[in-house]
Every structure is written in structure tokens, then in C-alpha cells.
């Protein structure tokens, strides 16, 4: 199975700041079916980006996804205060599905 | 727009057999593919398998040979059964909806399970 291990582990970051996320592949990452979800507590996992770099319905511009093969990026331009929350990559080119273990973005 | 609802007993004895349903409301569960998906409180996600509208399924291996998944279009539902159960499979379990591609694109609320005597 495809091993993804996202870092930093905790981003803490001020409002406005850039937050960018980094997801690494064990193995190249079919098609780059790619996905990143953001979590706050409580709730379920929402999709932001699919594709490596396609935004999903309704999630603002500032969200951006990057990346091919092994390596993949999820950047937020400038956090907005409702961006402090859990985010996960997960491919689904190759079963099992797997997701990475998370990064937090908290507020410094 | 489509909506998941998880419903099942929310504990359930070590050595027994958790049982879940997902009921699918505003949409059809066809022609889509269905997934279950795990979460241990303070713990990253794990896909536990997903199941076509068809019937046909494709499941974890670390957790296929205790995993069973039916899909009932009648009733516009599909089950999750997860056999001797251990302390290690307590989490809040999600149902959820795949696009065309793969995507997990809707996501039940989840309901949490705890294994426990």
C-alpha cells in the first residue's frame, strides 16, 4: 500500500500568513489522485482539493493544491480564522485508499 | 444534495460483531461506489473498504478478513459488518460517497463505536 507522510506534523501560524502543507508518497501516486480534506473537531472531513490541484464545489481561492508523483503540496494564501483546523492528504489511484496522518494549523 | 446518516449500535462487546448501516437520502445509491472510513479518537482516518452499487466490494487488507459489506438499493442503504471486534476498532466511523473517479465527496456525520465489556 502507498505510505503518505504529510508534514509539518503542527503549523502555527498567525491570520493572514501563508500555510503550506507538504504530502509525500512512498510510490508514485497514480494519475495523481490526489486529495486533501481539512477537519476541524467534531466534525467530518471536508474535501478541498481532488486531482493534486482541482478545487473542490464551493472552496474559496485561496486554497491551492500542487504536485505530481510522489511529492504534493497544499497551500492556504493567507488563513483566514476558520482555516485553523486538521488537514489530510489520501490517495485513491491504488487500493487500499490511504491518508496521510494529518497536519494541525493552529493559531500562533 | 445528497446526505448520509450512519445508524447502529454505539457499543458493542469485544469478540462480537459491529454492525452498521448508511441510509441515503436526497440521491440515488446508483450508479455510485460507497466507502466506510475510521477514525480512533485523536487518530488520523483509515479507508475500511468501499462497495459498489453492483454489490461488488473492495476492502482493506489489513481488515478483510473481518469485513463484510451489503448494499440494499430497496432500501437506498448500504451495511458495514466488522467481526471480532477489539478495544483497537473503538472510533468514530463515517460513511461516505465517491465520485466517478474516486473521490470522497460526502461524508456522513459518523457515528462513534466503542468496544468495550
Known amino acids: 500500500e502507498i505510505v503518505l507522510t504529510q508534514s509539518p506534523g503542527t503549523l502555527s501560524l498567525s491570520p493572514g500568513e501563508r500555510a503550506t502543507l507538504s504530502c509525500r508518497a512512498s510510490?508514485?501516486?497514480?494519475?495523481?489522485?490526489l486529495a486533501w480534506f481539512q477537519q476541524k473537531p467534531g466534525q467530518a472531513p471536508r474535501l478541498l482539493i481532488y486531482g493534486a490541484s482541482s478545487r473542490a464545489t464551493g472552496v474559496p481561492d485561496r486554497f491551492s493544491g500542487s504536485g505530481s508523483g510522489t511529492d504534493f503540496t497544499l497551500t492556504i494564501s493567507r488563513l483566514e480564522p476558520e482555516d485553523f483546523a486538521v488537514y489530510y492528504c489520501?490517495?485513491?489511484?491504488?487500493?487500499?485508499?490511504?491518508f496521510g496522518q494529518g497536519t494541525k494549523v493552529e493559531i500562533k | 444534495q445528497v446526505q448520509l446518516q450512519e445508524s447502529g449500535p454505539g457499543l458493542v462487546k469485544p469478540s462480537e460483531t459491529l454492525s452498521l448501516t448508511c441510509t441515503v437520502s436526497?440521491?440515488?445509491?446508483?450508479?455510485?461506489?460507497w466507502s466506510w472510513i475510521r477514525q480512533p479518537a485523536g487518530k488520523g482516518l483509515e479507508w475500511i473498504g468501499r462497495?459498489?452499487?453492483?454489490?461488488?466490494?473492495s476492502y482493506n487488507p489489513s481488515l478483510k478478513s473481518r469485513v463484510t459489506m451489503s448494499v440494499d438499493t430497496s432500501k437506498n442503504q448500504f451495511s458495514l459488518k466488522l467481526s471480532s471486534v477489539t478495544a483497537a476498532d473503538t472510533a468514530v466511523y463515517y460513511c461516505?460517497?465517491?465520485?466517478?473517479?474516486?473521490?470522497?465527496?460526502?461524508w456522513g456525520q459518523g457515528t462513534l463505536v466503542t468496544v468495550s465489556s
Open positions: 461516505a460517497r465517491e465520485s466517478n473517479g474516486g473521490v470522497i465527496v460526502v
Open positions: 510510490q508514485s501516486v497514480n494519475s495523481n489522485y
Open positions: 462497495i459498489y452499487a453492483s454489490g461488488s466490494t
Open positions: 489520501q490517495q485513491y489511484g491504488s487500493s487500499p485508499w490511504t
Open positions: 436526497g440521491g440515488s445509491i446508483s450508479p455510485h461506489y
